[in-house]
């Protein structure tokens, strides 16, 4: 099992920059890929980003590709999701994710097995 604990989130306006933390416990040495997904009021979960644990390319969502910036630190067991340039429609919970073996499709819900609880992100106009 691993545990995953998202933090940093908060109120900021259109613009700003913000980082968020995911804190990953327990089997952390069993974890293929890392993932951050968000959920607006209403609409479903939405992929954001995604890393292999290992290393390796990126991978990110079109309505965040070159404003944000997924990264892990293996020796911390943390992951992080550095947010610029900040829009109003990025408001949403954030949420860690985490799988233990591969995944053909990184960027649907279903391919993660472990989550954090979620952090709120809100972002004025």
């Known amino acids: 099992q691993v545990q995953l604990v998202e933090s940093g989130g908060g109120l900021v306006q259109a613009g700003d920059s913000l980082r968020l933390s995911c804190a990953a416990s327990?089997?952390?040495?069993?974890?293929?890929?890392m993932a951050w997904f968000r959920q607006a009021p209403g609409e479903e979960r939405e992929f954001v980003a995604a890393?292999?644990?290992?290393?390796?390319?990126?991978l990110y969502a079109d309505s965040v590709k070159g404003r944000f910036t997924i990264s892990r630190d293996n020796a911390k067991n943390m992951g992080y999701l550095q947010m610029n340039s900040l829009k109003p429609e990025d408001t949403a919970v954030y949420y860690c994710?985490?799988?233990?073996?591969?995944?053909?499709?990184?960027?649907?819900?279903?391919?993660?097995?472990?989550w954090g609880q979620g952090t709120q992100v809100t972002v004025s106009s």
């Open positions: 994710a985490a799988n233990g073996q591969f995944r053909s499709t990184y960027n649907v819900g279903a391919s993660y097995d472990y």
């Open positions: 327990g089997r952390t040495f069993s974890i293929y890929r």
């Open positions: 890393i292999r644990w290992s290393g390796g390319s990126p």
